[in-house]
C-alpha cells in the first residue's frame, strides 16, 4: 500500500525547513520526501491543500491512571487524546499506584497499552523502589522489560547517597534517568511561586531558588556519575546557568519544559483558579520569556504536556488543597502554536523540541521525516482558530487550564506506522 501525500508544507525538524512538498507512505514507513513533481503509482493520493505535514509528536511525561486511577485517565481515553493531538508517541510516566518498578507491573502496562492505545507507548519506569527513594530498582530487568527511561517524578530523592549509586548503576547500564528538580523541603506544601502576587493572594509559596538548588545538585552528581540525565521541567531563569555549564562541560544532559510554563504564568492563577495549579507552579512572565528563549536557542531541548488528568472531586477544592495537574495531549499542539504565532519560534524548532529532540534522547525511531523512518506523521493547520470546550476533549478528566481560550492551530490527521489514526 502506498500513499501520497502532496501539495503539504513539509515541516523537517531535522532539516530545518519548512516548505511546500510531497511524503511517500509505503508498508508504514516513509518511502521519500521531495518538492519536486510528485511521483506516480501510489494506491492513495491524499491533498494536504498547503496545510502543515510534520513528524507526530513524542510526548514525554504523560500520565496515564493504569494501574490505580483509571476512573481519572486510561490507555483508551489518553490514545485518542493523543491521536486527537498529533501526538504519535505518548512515553508514560512509572507514578502509578502502585508505581511501575518491577519488570512485572511494566509488562501489564506495556500489554494494556498495545490492546487499547491507537498511538505508541513508551514506558518509563521508577527508579526507586516505591518511588519512596530508599532503594533502588531492578534497572537492568526493567530495561529489558522495555523501560526507556527511570524516574521517581515529583517524588524526590533527598538522600544523595542512594541517588548517586542508582545513578552509577544506570550509567553501567546505559540507561537515562530523568529527574525533577526540586529541593522538595523547600517545596513541600506550596502552590503557587513566591512574590506579591502570592502574597496578595495569601497562598503557601516556594521560591525559584528551590528548583536552581536542585539543578545544582543533581548536575554535581552527574558529574560524579556520567550517568545520561534528563531534568524533567525547567521551568525559572535561575536554573537555567547550571543547564549552561553542564551541557558545555560535556555532560550527558538535556532537559524540558511543559507548555504550561511556557504560555502561561503565576497571574493566571487570577481569583484561585485550581485548573490552574500546576507542579511545579506557574511561574513569572520573566521566567516564562526566559524559557522560550532557551527552547529557541536550543539550551531546553524538549516540549511536552506533562499530561496529569486529575479528577473533578480533587480540582474543586481550595486552591492550596486542590491537586496540581493538567491534562495537555490534545493542547499541546495548538498552545505551542502561540509561540509561532507571537513570532518567537518557527515550525522546525518547536518541532526538534516536541518530536525529534525527544526521539532521539529516548532512542526512538520517530521524530524524523527521513527514507525509512516510521510514517508517524500529524497534519494540521496552524491557523484554523477555535474556542476551547473542554467537555470536547477526549480524556477522562477535563482539568485544563485554555478551557474556553481562544485558541489558534487544528489537527486535520494523524498516522501511526502509516496508518491513519485520528481525522478523514
Not at 176 to 190: C, F, R, T
Not at 229 to 239: E, F, K, L, N
Not at 315 to 334: D, H, I, M
Amino acid at each position: 500500500m502506498k500513499t501520497l501525500l502532496e501539495n503539504a508544507r513539509i515541516i523537517d525538524p531535522e532539516g530545518g525547513t519548512d516548505r511546500i512538498g510531497w511524503l511517500l507512505i509505503e508498508n508504514g514507513a516513509i518511502a521519500g520526501t521531495g518538492c519536486e513533481e510528485a511521483p506516480q503509482g501510489a494506491d492513495e493520493r491524499i491533498n494536504c491543500a498547503g496545510k502543515c505535514l510534520a513528524p507526530g509528536i513524542v510526548d514525554i511525561g504523560v500520565k496515564i491512571g493504569e494501574p490505580g486511577e483509571r476512573h481519572k485517565e486510561s490507555f483508551a481515553s489518553a490514545g485518542r487524546a493523543a491521536a486527537a493531538g498529533g501526538v504519535t508517541t505518548m512515553v508514560t510516566r512509572p507514578d502509578t499506584t502502585p508505581a511501575i518498578d518491577t519488570p512485572e507491573a511494566l509488562e501489564f502496562v506495556t500489554r494494556r497499552a498495545t490492546e487499547d492505545s491507537p498511538v505508541r507507548i513508551a514506558p518509563m519506569a521508577a527508579l526507586t523502589k516505591g518511588r519512596a527513594g530508599r532503594e533502588m530498582t531492578e534497572i537492568g530487568f526493567l530495561l529489558d522489560a522495555g523501560a526507556v527511561a527511570f524516574t521517581d517524578g515529583d517524588a524526590v530523592t533527598t538522600d544523595a547517597k542512594v541517588l548517586s549509586r542508582a545513578m552509577t548503576y544506570a550509567r553501567s547500564l546505559g540507561a537515562l534517568v530523568m529527574a525533577h528538580p526540586q529541593d522538595p523541603s523547600l517545596s513541600k506544601g506550596a502552590a503557587v511561586t513566591s512574590g506579591k502576587f502570592a502574597s496578595l493572594r495569601g497562598l503557601p509559596a516556594v521560591s525559584p531558588m528551590a528548583e536552581r538548588m536542585a539543578m545544582d545538585r543533581d548536575m554535581a552528581l552527574v558529574e560524579m556519575t556520567g550517568v545520561r540525565y534528563h531534568a524533567d521541567q525547567i521551568t525559572t531563569a535561575r536554573a537555567l546557568p547550571a543547564l549552561e555549564r553542564a551541557k558545555k562541560n560535556g555532560l550527558d544532559v538535556t532537559a524540558g519544559v511543559s507548555i504550561h510554563h511556557l504560555t502561561l504564568n503565576e497571574l493566571d492563577v487570577g481569583d484561585y483558579r485550581t485548573f490552574f495549579k500546576v507542579k511545579p507552579p506557574l511561574r513569572s512572565e520573566d521566567d516564562r520569556q526566559a524559557l522560550i528563549q532557551a527552547v529557541a536557542s536550543g539550551l531546553i531541548d524538549v516540549v511536552c504536556s506533562m499530561h496529569t488528568p486529575q479528577d473533578e472531586e480533587s480540582k474543586r477544592l481550595p486552591f492550596e488543597e486542590a491537586a496540581s495537574g493538567a491534562v495537555g495531549l490534545e493542547t499541546l499542539l495548538p498552545a505551542a502554536m502561540r509561540l509561532v504565532h507571537s513570532g518567537q519560534i518557527d515550525l522546525p524548532t518547536l518541532w526538534r523540541a516536541l518530536s525529534l529532540n525527544p526521539a532521539k534522547r529516548l532512542g526512538l525511531a520517530g521524530g524524523r521525516l527521513t527514507a525509512g523512518s516510521p510514517a508517524d506523521l500529524v497534519l494540521f493547520d496552524p491557523d484554523a482558530p477555535f474556542v476551547l470546550d473542554r467537555f470536547k476533549l477526549n480524556s477522562k478528566s477535563k482539568n485544563t487550564p485554555f478551557d474556553g481560550a481562544r485558541m489558534q492551530g487544528k489537527v486535520l490527521s494523524t498516522w501511526v506506522g502509516g496508518a491513519r489514526v485520528f481525522g478523514g
